[in-house]
């Protein structure tokens, strides 16, 4: 019996992974996005929906090895951010099942090598977390989300890993580092708390974006709930050292994005290492027109999104950085309209959501928000394009439509058109990826 069902593991885990490509001014941020419950212990072995788990804990500047955090899945814990140990799976205390259609921890105790009948090179990849490892050091498995609680520059510092059930580990994945704004926690971000009173499992909608893609969105955590632009350019810079050294990750598909202070820190981290960032997003970014992104050391893709009526970061200004990394980008035509979402000449791109987080309803499985052809009877949000630049790239700066929207449309995730900036800004990278 027990051998029959070691086999029955093997197969589902070669099941599971057989590796097919699937890639087919300085002006504070004083938006407030109020804390929810926080999440519960989603671990990386041990443990499940009805068991709980162990946890990661930093001490003596350094990642511990898996410890028992005493906290179970579905049980929610006071503070507006789960403590050190969390895992990145809240329970269903709110309705909203975040979940993945892949449950690690039914198959980390079994034979977890993957063996690639399909790739070029052979591919035999050892997942089974060795001795000593934690939510920081183990493989990286499909279906994966899980929060790395490690010290940087002597101060204790985490973020959130999420693999969707479509990454493969034979072949090299897409990398996003997807960064909150100022007064909202990674755990909002995400969609496991509340974006200033809107419903759960939208967040940022990086997550949803890469469903069913072999890519890896990785939310980091700043500062009470802000970002320095000296010194967490570092930090950002080592969190995805760190995630390439348990994941394959393609060198050439690594992204930053982010949302007000989250855009400026995009800007900042991006544009000072293009060989390593090969696109950057920007959603609302406080921003300081040119200088925030004064050169570049090679052709970048470059997006922002932002609303005419943003009462916290300026439209103007992020429009004229993106006609500057034009200039550095050496772009010979533009800009011109380029997309059209929502309106009587709405484009075919499946980039809204069928029920926009205007809606206010939790969403049901976050991991997978039904997106569909912008509909005719929403409001118009446009984008203009600088092309022909060298190395292929292009620039795009899209105007949305929030005018209804909390602070004049500085929480843009929040649209009226109902447009999903992750989904739009992910189509837009995979355009340049080779």
């Known amino acids: ?142 279906g994966d989300d899980r929060r790395c609680d490690f010290t940087y520059n002597g101060a204790p510092r985490d973020f959130y890993i999420y693999a969707p059930t479509s990454y493969n580990p034979c072949v090299p994945a897409s990398l996003i580092v997807d960064c909150h704004g100022m007064s909202e926690s990674a755990e909002v971000h995400i969609g496991q708390q509340s974006f200033s009173g809107g419903p759960l499992g939208y967040g940022s909608s990086w997550r949803a974006a890469v469903y069913g893609e072999n890519a890896i969105v990785v939310t980091p955590q700043g500062v009470g709930n802000a970002w320095n632009a000296v010194s967490d350019v570092g930090f950002l810079n080592e969190v995805a050292t760190m995630v390439e050294q348990i994941a394959n990750v393609d060198k050439e598909r690594v992204y930053i994005t982010g949302i007000s202070m989250g855009g400026m820190i995009t800007y900042a981290t991006g544009c000072a290492d293009t060989d390593r960032w090969r696109g950057l997003v920007g959603v609302a970014a406080l921003n300081s027109g040119s200088a925030s992104c004064a050169r570049v050391a090679r052709p970048v893709p470059f997006l922002a999104f932002h609303a005419v009526g943003d009462q916290l970061t300026n439209y103007q200004t992020d429009r004229q950085l993106a006609e500057h990394v034009a200039g550095l980008n050496n772009c010979q035509n533009g800009p011109y309209e380029s997309k059209v979402f929502g309106g009587p000449n709405s484009g075919p791109d499946p980039v809204c959501f069928e029920v926009p987080p205007t809606q206010r309803i939790n969403a049901p499985d976050p991991s997978n928000l039904p997106l569909i052809p912008c509909p005719t009877d929403r409001p118009e949000s446009t984008c203009v394009t600088w092309d022909q630049c060298d190395e292929g790239v292009e620039v795009m700066f899209c105007t949305v439509n929030a005018d209804t929207q909390t602070l004049g449309g500085h929480i843009l995730y929040t649209n009226d058109t109902g447009l999903s900036l992750g989904a739009a800004g992910w189509a837009f990278l995979k355009k340049f990826q080779k």
């Open 1 to 142: 019996m027990y051998r029959a069902k070691k086999l029955l593991l093997i197969v589902m885990v070669v099941s599971l992974w057989s590796c097919s490509d699937s890639s087919g001014s300085t002006q504070p941020d004083t938006s407030q996005y109020p804390a929810g419950d926080s999440a519960a212990v989603n671990p990386l072995t041990g443990g499940n929906a009805a068991t709980g788990g162990a946890g990661t804990q930093t001490t003596g500047g350094s990642v511990a090895p898996l410890a028992d955090s005493g906290v179970s899945d579905g049980q929610t814990t006071d503070g507006t951010r789960p403590p050190t140990g969390t895992g990145g799976v809240p329970g269903n205390e709110a309705g909203v099942n975040l979940d993945s259609a892949v449950q690690p921890d039914a198959i980390a105790s079994g034979d977890s090598t993957v063996q690639d009948s399909q790739a070029t090179e052979p591919c035999e990849i050892d997942l089974e977390p060795k001795p000593g490892d934690n939510e920081c050091t183990a493989p990286l498995k499909p």
